[in-house]
């Protein structure tokens, strides 16, 4: 579902960051550590399509997103892939609905306000529809983030540090929920992440030297 092969990402001549091959199958939970510096979100940016390496190559459903022009690459992430950020990035003239929505218009999909209402249901934020995201918490706003990258059913999820900023209880909450998310899309889920709290929650791990 998720494959990489001999990837290399450079900042310049000198900074070269090469990375471990990466093969996560359909369903499965990973999770992807390294210390700042050690190129985690880089990595999560070249599995997301959002920049191009060097040497190697990503694959994802089959497909080697390298391959691709840009207007194909940003139709085919938002079909396939859903990218929690570590800021939420919202749209801030529109609402919560009209932010969701714009995902599945961006991605070439028919917006589908069933769709957007079924989720934050899911993530029990129904009744701040047609809230302005300023308006959210830090818990709500991650949890519409969550929604938003469910929006198009990706088979691929992929989370950036979902954890750094919150105490125990409140970050094993979050593994929950984008561990049940994952599962109820039959999704690939890969957390990049420093947060050594998440180790016994993983079967899975990739750990990236600095």
């Not at 190697?56 to 194909?72: D, H, P, R, Y």
């Not at 809230?131 to 918490?137: G, H, P």
Request: proline fraction near 2%; glycine fraction near 6%.
């Amino acid at each position: 579902m998720l494959q990489t092969q001999n990837l290399e990402f450079s900042y310049g001549q000198n900074q070269t960051i090469r990375f471990p091959d990466i093969n996560c199958q359909q369903g499965e939970h990973w999770l992807l550590l390294g210390r700042s510096g050690s190129g985690k979100t880089t990595l999560l940016q070249l599995l997301g399509g959002l920049r191009t390496p060097q040497k190697g190559k990503v694959v994802v459903a089959g497909t080697a997103i390298k391959s691709l022009s840009a207007t194909e690459l940003d139709r085919f992430r938002g079909k396939h892939i859903g990218i929690v950020f570590q800021q939420s990035h919202f749209v801030k003239a529109l609402n919560v609905q009209e932010n969701l929505l714009l995902a599945q218009q961006l991605a070439g999909e028919k917006p589908s306000k069933e769709r957007a209402v079924e989720l934050l249901d899911r993530l029990s934020l129904k009744h701040k529809l047609h809230a302005k995201t300023s308006d959210l918490s830090q818990g709500e706003q991650q949890r519409v983030a969550i929604a938003r990258a469910l929006m198009n059913h990706p088979e691929i999820i992929l989370a950036d540090e979902p954890t750094s900023a919150l105490d125990d209880y409140n970050c094993e909450e979050v593994i929950k929920l984008l561990k049940s998310q994952a599962i109820a899309e039959n999704a690939t889920l890969l957390i990049v992440t420093h947060d050594g709290r998440l180790k016994a929650q993983f079967d899975k791990s990739v750990e990236l030297e600095a």
